[in-house]
C-alpha cells in the first residue's frame, strides 16, 4: 500500500488531488498511455508516436542543471480501490479545514500522465544513468479515471485542452529571463551596459520587424539576439576552436556556462559591437542625435539605411565575422572598411532586392542574397566560383532581370551601378 498526503480540490467537473510523487514512484507506477483513451490500435500507436526525442533533453537537464524544476504532472488513476481519507485540521471555532488527507494506493491501480509524457520519460530515463536520483520529488495533480466510453471522452477532452492551449516560451521572455541561455545572459547585458541599446533604441516588440513609425529604435530585441548568436559561433570557433553545429549550439544555449567563459564571450560582443558603434558613420550619427534619430535611417521615402532593418543588420553580422575568418583581419578593420560600402535601400544593389521603390515598401529579401552581396561589394575576389553564380542567379531573379537573353548572365552584376 502506498500512502501520500494530498489535498483535495475541484474545478469544473473535475475533483482533483495535489500531491507529490518522488522519482521513484514515477519510475515505477506511472506507465505510458496504452488504451486509456482510445480502443483502436491506429490511435493507441499515434498517442505512443507523439512521445518525440524531446524526453531526451529533458533528461540531460536533469542530469546537468542542479537548479532543475519541473511544472507539475498530471496523472490518471483507474482500476484498484484507491482510497481518500480525510483529515480534519481545526484552528478554531470559525477555521476548520476538511479538504486535506491521505491518499491510499492499495497497488492494483493504473496510473497514466494525461500532461506531461515527456517529464516522465525523461524522468525514467534519467534514472538509468544516475539512480541517486529516485528521492527526488515532482508535484503531481492526480484525477479520476474511468475505461468507459464517456470516461475515455471526458480524459481525452482534458488531454487536448492541457495541450492544445499550451504555449510555447516566447523568445522575448527567454531573452529577459533565461539564466542559461548565454545568449540571453549576454543580451541583457549589454541592454542595461551598452549605450546604442539603451531605453527606446531597442524595440521590444514580439516581431523582428520594425514599422518606420518607430522613429528611435536601432533594431528590435529578438534581431539583437539573433546577431549575438552569430558572435557567438564566431566565439566557439576562433575562441573555443570547436565547431558550431546546430547540436552544438542547442546544448550550449540550453545548460549555463562557466562564468569565465561567459565573461570572454561578452568581451567579444562588446568588442565587436563598440567597433560597429564608433567605426560605422550611420551608426555614430544616429547616436549623437536626441529628437526622432532613426527617422533618416528607416523611412517610408527612401526606406533609409539597411542597418536600421532587421533583413539587413543579421546578414551584415554574418558578413563582418565571416570576413574577418576567410581574409585573417580583424573584426574592427572589417567595420570600419563597410563605411565605403553602398547601404542605401533605394540604391543598386538593394532596389528591388530589399526596397520596392515603387510602392515604397520592403521586399520579401532574402538574407543569403544580402550576405552575398555584402560579400560581393567588400571585395568580389572574396567570393568562391559557386558563390559568384549562386550571386548573379538569385540577383537577377531579384530584379526580374531577362535571363533568356544573356542566359549566362556574365554583367548582371559586372554593370551593377554601385
Given at each position: 500500500?502506498?500512502?501520500?498526503?494530498?489535498?483535495?480540490?475541484?474545478?469544473?467537473?473535475?475533483?482533483?488531488?495535489?500531491?507529490?510523487?518522488?522519482?521513484?514512484?514515477?519510475?515505477?507506477?506511472?506507465?505510458?498511455?496504452?488504451?486509456?483513451?482510445?480502443?483502436?490500435?491506429?490511435?493507441?500507436?499515434?498517442?505512443?508516436?507523439?512521445?518525440?526525442?524531446?524526453y531526451?533533453?529533458?533528461?540531460?537537464?536533469?542530469?546537468?542543471?542542479?537548479?532543475?524544476?519541473?511544472?507539475s504532472?498530471?496523472?490518471?488513476?483507474?482500476?484498484g480501490?484507491?482510497?481518500?481519507?480525510?483529515?480534519?485540521l481545526?484552528?478554531?471555532?470559525?477555521?476548520?479545514?476538511?479538504?486535506?488527507?491521505?491518499?491510499?494506493f492499495?497497488?492494483?491501480?493504473?496510473?497514466?500522465?494525461?500532461?506531461?509524457?515527456?517529464?516522465?520519460?525523461g524522468?525514467?530515463?534519467?534514472?538509468?544513468?544516475?539512480?541517486?536520483?529516485?528521492?527526488?520529488?515532482?508535484?503531481?495533480?492526480?484525477?479520476?479515471?474511468?475505461?468507459?466510453?464517456?470516461?475515455?471522452?471526458?480524459?481525452?477532452?482534458?488531454?487536448?485542452?492541457?495541450?492544445?492551449?499550451?504555449?510555447?516560451?516566447?523568445?522575448?521572455?527567454?531573452?529577459?529571463?533565461?539564466?542559461?541561455?548565454?545568449?540571453?545572459?549576454?543580451?541583457?547585458?549589454?541592454?542595461?551596459?551598452?549605450?546604442?541599446?539603451f531605453?527606446?533604441?531597442?524595440?521590444?516588440?514580439?516581431?523582428?520587424?520594425?514599422?518606420?513609425?518607430?522613429?528611435y529604435?536601432?533594431?528590435?530585441?529578438?534581431?539583437?539576439?539573433?546577431?549575438?548568436?552569430?558572435?557567438?559561433?564566431?566565439?566557439?570557433?576562433?575562441?573555443?576552436?570547436?565547431?558550431?553545429?546546430?547540436?552544438y549550439l542547442?546544448?550550449y544555449?540550453?545548460?549555463?556556462?562557466?562564468?569565465?567563459?561567459i565573461?570572454?564571450?561578452?568581451?567579444?560582443c562588446?568588442?565587436f559591437?563598440g567597433?560597429?558603434?564608433?567605426?560605422?558613420?550611420?551608426?555614430?550619427?544616429?547616436?549623437?542625435?536626441?529628437?526622432?534619430p532613426?527617422a533618416?535611417?528607416?523611412?517610408?521615402?527612401?526606406?533609409?539605411?539597411?542597418?536600421?532593418?532587421?533583413?539587413?543588420?543579421?546578414?551584415?553580422?554574418?558578413?563582418?565575422l565571416?570576413?574577418?575568418?576567410?581574409?585573417?583581419?580583424?573584426?574592427?578593420?572589417?567595420?570600419?572598411e563597410?563605411?565605403?560600402?553602398?547601404?542605401?535601400?533605394?540604391?543598386?544593389?538593394?532596389?528591388q532586392?530589399?526596397?520596392?521603390?515603387?510602392?515604397?515598401?520592403?521586399?520579401?529579401?532574402?538574407?543569403?542574397?544580402?550576405?552575398?552581396?555584402?560579400?560581393?561589394?567588400?571585395?568580389?575576389?572574396i567570393?568562391?566560383?559557386?558563390?559568384?553564380?549562386?550571386?548573379?542567379?538569385?540577383?537577377?531573379?531579384?530584379?526580374?532581370?531577362?535571363?533568356?537573353?544573356?542566359?549566362?548572365?556574365?554583367?548582371?552584376?559586372?554593370?551593377?551601378?554601385l
Open positions: 500500500m502506498t500512502k501520500i498526503p494530498a489535498i483535495r480540490s475541484h474545478i469544473g467537473n473535475w475533483v482533483y488531488y495535489t500531491s507529490v510523487f518522488s522519482f521513484d514512484q514515477i519510475d515505477r507506477l506511472v506507465k505510458r498511455i496504452d488504451d486509456e483513451l482510445h480502443r483502436s490500435e491506429s490511435l493507441r500507436n499515434q498517442i505512443q508516436r507523439s512521445i518525440s526525442d524531446n531526451i533533453s529533458l533528461k540531460e537537464y536533469i542530469l546537468r542543471q542542479d537548479e532543475r524544476f519541473f511544472n504532472l498530471v496523472l490518471a488513476v483507474y482500476d480501490h484507491p482510497k481518500w481519507v480525510e483529515v480534519e481545526d484552528y478554531g471555532s470559525d477555521e476548520r479545514y476538511y479538504n486535506m488527507g491521505f491518499l491510499e492499495e497497488g492494483g491501480e493504473k496510473i497514466f500522465p494525461v500532461d506531461g509524457q515527456h517529464r516522465v520519460e524522468i525514467k530515463a534519467a534514472l538509468i544513468e544516475n539512480p541517486n536520483l529516485r528521492s527526488e520529488e515532482i508535484a503531481v495533480l492526480f484525477i479520476g479515471h474511468q475505461k468507459t466510453d464517456e470516461g475515455m471522452q471526458k480524459s481525452r477532452r482534458l488531454f487536448t485542452s492541457l495541450n492544445r492551449y499550451a504555449r510555447p516560451v516566447k523568445l522575448n521572455d527567454i531573452i529577459a529571463l533565461d539564466e542559461d541561455d548565454s545568449v540571453a545572459i549576454i543580451t541583457r547585458e549589454l541592454l542595461e551596459t551598452f549605450p546604442l541599446f531605453g527606446k533604441r531597442i524595440n521590444n516588440s514580439e516581431q523582428k520587424a520594425i514599422s518606420e513609425s518607430d522613429r529604435a536601432f533594431t528590435s530585441l529578438i534581431t539583437l539576439y539573433q546577431c549575438n548568436v552569430e558572435i557567438l559561433k564566431y566565439f566557439i570557433t576562433e575562441i573555443k576552436r570547436e565547431k558550431p553545429t546546430p547540436s542547442l546544448v544555449q540550453k545548460y549555463r556556462r562557466p562564468n569565465e567563459e565573461e570572454d564571450y561578452l568581451r567579444l562588446l568588442r559591437w567597433a560597429f558603434a564608433s567605426g560605422v558613420d550611420a551608426i555614430s550619427e544616429y547616436l549623437s542625435r536626441e529628437w526622432e532613426a533618416s535611417y528607416r523611412n517610408a521615402s527612401n526606406g533609409g539605411n539597411i542597418l536600421f532593418r532587421p533583413v539587413g543588420i543579421l546578414p551584415y553580422v554574418r558578413t563582418v565571416e570576413l574577418s575568418q576567410r581574409t585573417l583581419r580583424s573584426i574592427e578593420d572589417i567595420i570600419n563597410t563605411n565605403t560600402l553602398q547601404l542605401q535601400l533605394n540604391r543598386e544593389p538593394w532596389r532586392v530589399l526596397w520596392n521603390d515603387i510602392e515604397h515598401t520592403m521586399s520579401m529579401g532574402s538574407a543569403a542574397l544580402v550576405k552575398l552581396l555584402l560579400l560581393y561589394l567588400f571585395d568580389p575576389a567570393l568562391t566560383p559557386t558563390e559568384y553564380q549562386k550571386l548573379k542567379s538569385s540577383y537577377a531573379a531579384a530584379i526580374n532581370y531577362d535571363v533568356v537573353e544573356d542566359p549566362n548572365l556574365d554583367h548582371v552584376l559586372g554593370n551593377m551601378p
